[in-house]
């Protein structure tokens, strides 16, 4: 398989919105980003914040923009913060170096996308991420 | 009914994508905006091109902005176009003034969102934003 | 009087919506800024669209940019939108250059601010400017 | 009641400022934002800076931005700077995750908006917004 499918995308949402509700979380946001990191589904649910959606977004782009998921990101941030920065403005503010970014993989490692997830811990946020890929088949990087 | 939820919005997208294979459309994106202009679905189908995210959404937006649907704004772009590149400029780059963003209003004419979408041509992206707001019994707005 | 007080911004704004009441126009949002380009009263009418805050400011501080009420902007957009189009683009996008930007002068000509109304036509959102600007006894320059 | 109005608004900003000259504070400066994030009123007092409507506006929004009052930025910011640099970034440079953004919430825990009050010591301008979110019988989150 070569490219994520609209259909596969949809599927990742649903299943981590099911982790979601399984576990009493908070409301979730949750984008699905292709390989170029161009947005390909995302559900914001209700009374989530109004900046869930560049929050969520921000996970997944980071997560592409470096080749890792963004838990790598968190960890760079506090022993090198000033190259996180950098990363921040070259990439126009967009990255958000949290966990909660998960890279989509095949079983090759190819990445064809990333999930990001924002709405409630970090850790929670990337544990429904990873529902959300088991629920595809497909293997997740999270950066750790 | 005071505030577009996720299920609606979810339904909205899947019903003009019924509509644009229905009409033979090529590949579509779907942006659905809440009130205050924050994404609340979404979703690009396969094959459509990287920039669709933002047009989608920008006419979304280009609605909201101006409380009439992209036709008006599309119209409004002809006769002074000074005043919709003030309006890009103001919106940081944001909206898109061609048919396509389309309000959601509910029975009292109060703005829930807007729906935007690209990928056909403009009448026809309008026709499937249509066809998506009659699925959950909303009142659309096209600017026209 | 050397500077224009939050005092007669309040009454400004004021006494513009009330012109709007009394001509039944659109709801209408109304900014104020000082000599400087900065915000000192503000209010959007319930029911107005999201993108009024900036048309409201950005009419105002086109006023102020160029030292004349935006219907001079109006009418420079027709003669050389280039100039426009740069002055856009030198604000940051900020500036919207049709009627309804006007400038507050005291009896000696010295600008003191301008007042930005949006929401109706722009003739019509000019008209509740002059109100404003009559109510507190200031001078107007609408750029005609 | 589902909306901010307008008049409740202009309510809160009164109530504010009379905080503020009761408590001899600075000169205060006050915004109202929507639930959408969008300004809804706003007053700069006599001898404020000229940044400070940035700076009302940006504690309102970081408010709504997560969902919690300024105060809980403010403690992000501390544990996580990384975090919260990265939301500046993803807001283009808007929110200010300083104590003085306060959610204005219903019974049901609805959020209706925000105040974002600046001109004294952090503390005393939520002080000043919390005597503002009173006035009008609304909840507060300070983030706290």
Redesign the interface.
């Known amino acids: 398989m070569s490219?994520l499918?609209?259909s596969q995308?949809?599927q990742i949402v649903e299943a981590a919105l099911a982790k979601g509700a399984e576990l009493g979380l908070n409301p979730l946001t949750v984008a699905i980003l292709d390989a170029?990191g161009?947005?390909?589904?995302?559900?914001?649910?209700?009374?989530?914040?109004?900046?869930?959606?560049?929050?969520a977004q921000?996970k997944a782009y980071g997560a592409l923009a470096v080749g890792f998921g963004t838990r790598w990101l968190?960890a760079a941030?506090?022993e090198r913060?000033h190259f996180?920065?950098a990363l921040?403005?070259a990439?126009?503010?967009?990255?958000?170096?949290?966990p909660g970014g998960v890279l989509l993989q095949d079983d090759n490692g190819k990445t064809l996308g990333a999930v990001g997830i924002t709405g409630d811990s970090s850790d929670n946020d990337e544990a429904a991420a990873l529902a959300g890929i088991e629920a595809v088949g497909l293997k997740a990087n999270t950066g750790a």
């Open positions: 490219e499918t609209l995308a949809n170029g161009h947005l390909k589904a995302f559900a914001r649910q209700d009374e989530s914040s109004i900046m869930r959606p560049q929050i921000g968190d941030a506090q913060p996180v920065q921040n403005g990439s126009g503010g967009t990255i958000v170096p949290v």
